[in-house]
């Protein structure tokens, strides 16, 4: 009698643990793998199906263009977010600085992408670039006639300037940049400068800047590059476009001023594994030329062809500053916006 109990007390455990390893199984090896992003999915989607296809783990990506900090600070250790994707030095450092992220040590990662556009400590990594440009009228301004951020400053720009908020990331991470090249008197001194040239009071995204050059409102703007394909592309702005030359800056000196689109594993990520072959993936040269097809933004890996746009314009020298160190510097670069008024 008592036998018997056992035996069937053991055969029940038996078939208790068959039933439940599939399911630890699964939760060992999970397939998946959860992205929140930043970036449009037009973007990157296609980037992800191509990773499905070769690795066999699905990408689940969540778009949010706001509020993506304070998402993943609420969830805390609970959050499904593996990986996060956003633009800009600002919004990545960000991340690492509220504690959200843990560090990456790939030589498939690192190797690809150069030392200046990743984070010291591993916690993000840039995996395209973006070269902040002046564009100017080219009915009003000759060709060469600017060539530097410096001369922005010059008193024949008086009043032919416009730019966005100086508060905006990317003007942040520019102002950031010239503190690092010239330190925070000399940069304050630029800053003033480009707000005593400019047309109008700060207003609307670097696309309105190219738009106002177009209707005479202004001579020269300072945008981020790939806006020139975006407006190429679209029937509305394309003659935008056209009534500007691009001029990449201080090609004699540091080179252009370079911001980041980029990534980080999240602090908890419940798929690290597969987050990790995501970020290989991406920083790949595959998924590093996908990128550059997509939308304009240059590769952060050496040797990814471009685009025959790209091409077009000719190769140019890009500032080899670490966005580290221009992080370091936002916080002055915003307390100078404020200084001198940029945006009043
Ligand atoms: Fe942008």
Not at 153 to 164: L, V
């Amino acid at each position: 009698m008592k036998l018997s109990f056992f035996r069937s007390l053991a055969t029940a455990l038996v078939v208790l643990a068959m039933s439940l390893s599939p399911v630890m199984m699964q939760a060992a090896e999970s397939n998946e793998v959860n992205v929140y992003s930043y970036r449009k999915p037009q973007l990157i989607d296609p980037m992800f199906e191509v990773f499905t296809e070769q690795t066999g783990i699905k990408v689940n990506s969540v778009f949010a263009k706001k509020g993506m900090l304070e998402r993943l600070k609420s969830e805390g250790r609970n959050s499904p977010a593996d990986l996060v994707f956003t633009v800009d030095i600002g919004r990545l450092s960000d991340i690492k600085d509220a504690g959200l992220t843990q560090p990456v040590d790939r030589v498939q990662v690192n190797g690809n992408i150069p030392t200046h556009y990743r984070d010291p400590e591993g916690h993000w990594f840039g995996l395209t670039t973006r070269a902040r440009i002046i564009v100017t009228s080219k009915d009003r301004v000759k060709p060469g006639e600017i060539t530097t951020y410096e001369q922005l400053i010059d008193a024949n720009w008086k009043g032919r300037i416009c730019t966005r908020s100086g508060k905006h990331p990317y003007m942040v991470a520019l102002t950031a940049s010239m503190i690092a090249h010239h330190g925070e008197a000399e940069a304050r001194k630029w800053l003033a400068g480009l707000k005593r040239n400019l047309a109008r009071k700060p207003q609307g995204n670097d696309r309105a800047q190219v738009k106002a050059i177009k209707e005479g409102e202004c001579d020269l703007a300072v945008i981020n590059h790939y806006y020139m394909v975006k407006m190429l592309k679209d029937p509305e702005q394309v003659a935008w476009a056209n009534a500007v030359n691009m001029v990449f800056p201080n090609q004699d000196g540091q080179g252009t001023h370079m911001n980041v689109s980029g990534m980080a594993l999240t602090r908890h990520a419940p798929n690290k594994a597969n987050a990790i072959k995501l970020m290989e993936f991406l920083a790949s040269a595959q998924g590093q030329e996908m990128y550059v097809q997509k939308n304009g933004e240059y590769p952060v890996k050496a040797g990814v062809p471009l685009s025959a746009l790209q091409n077009s314009w000719g190769s140019f020298k890009a500032d080899s500053l670490s966005l580290a160190v221009v992080a370091d510097h936002r916080a002055a670069a915003i307390r100078l916006a404020d200084e001198v008024g940029y945006n009043n």
